[in-house]
C-alpha cells in the first residue's frame, strides 16, 4: 500500500509498532504542510490510537486514522479529522479478543465521525468468507479501499 501511495506522489512509510514513541516526538516539528496519516492492524492498530494521543498532547492533528481488527483499543482522541475501523466480530462467534477486532469509540462528542465497518454484519463489498484476522492485510480489495481513503484525504494537496 505504500509503493502505491508512493506512485501517486504521497510520501509514505511504514515503521514498527515499537517505534511509536519516537514518532509522536518527530512529527509535530516536522510536517509542516503535510497531511498526516496513521494506518495500523492488530495491536498496531491500538498504537496507532495511542499515537494519536500522544500527538494530541502535542497539539498535533491526525488527517486520518485507519484502523483494521484493533485487540484492545483506547477511544479515539479529537485530534483526529477522520477515522475509520475495518474490523471483523462475526455473530455468536465466541473467542478470544486477539482473535477478532473490536468498534472503536471516541472519547469526544463535537469532532468527527469514527467510522466502524464490521465485514461480518453491515452491508460491504469488502467481506470475504476466508478473510481472518491473520490474512485481511493481505486482501487486495481492502488494500484498495485503504489506498482510495488515504487518496481523498491527500487529494488537496495535488490539485
Not at 516539528?29 to 492488530?42: A, D, F, T, V
Not at 488527517?63 to 481488527?69: G, P
Not at 476466508?130 to 490474512?135: A, F, K, V
Amino acid at each position: 500500500m505504500a509503493a502505491e501511495c508512493r506512485s501517486a506522489g504521497i510520501e509514505a512509510f511504514v515503521l514498527p509498532y515499537w517505534c511509536w514513541r519516537d514518532v509522536a516526538l518527530d512529527v509535530p516539528s516536522g510536517r509542516r504542510g503535510h497531511r498526516l496519516i496513521l494506518i495500523g492492524h492488530s495491536m498496531g492498530a491500538d498504537v496507532a490510537i495511542g499515537l494519536a494521543r500522544d500527538l494530541d498532547r502535542s497539539g498535533a492533528s491526525v488527517d486520518l486514522l485507519i484502523t483494521l481488527d484493533p485487540v484492545y483499543p483506547p477511544p479515539v482522541p479529537p485530534n483526529v479529522r477522520q477515522c475509520w475501523n475495518v474490523f471483523q466480530a462475526r455473530p455468536g462467534f465466541l473467542s478470544y479478543p486477539f482473535f477478532k477486532g473490536q468498534a472503536l469509540q471516541s472519547d469526544f462528542t463535537s469532532c468527527p465521525r469514527v467510522e466502524n465497518l464490521n465485514l461480518w454484519t453491515s452491508p460491504n463489498d469488502l467481506h470475504d468468507a476466508n478473510l481472518s484476522h491473520w490474512n485481511m492485510t493481505r486482501q487486495r480489495q481492502l488494500q484498495r479501499a485503504i489506498v482510495q481513503r488515504v487518496l481523498t484525504v491527500c487529494q488537496d494537496d495535488h490539485d
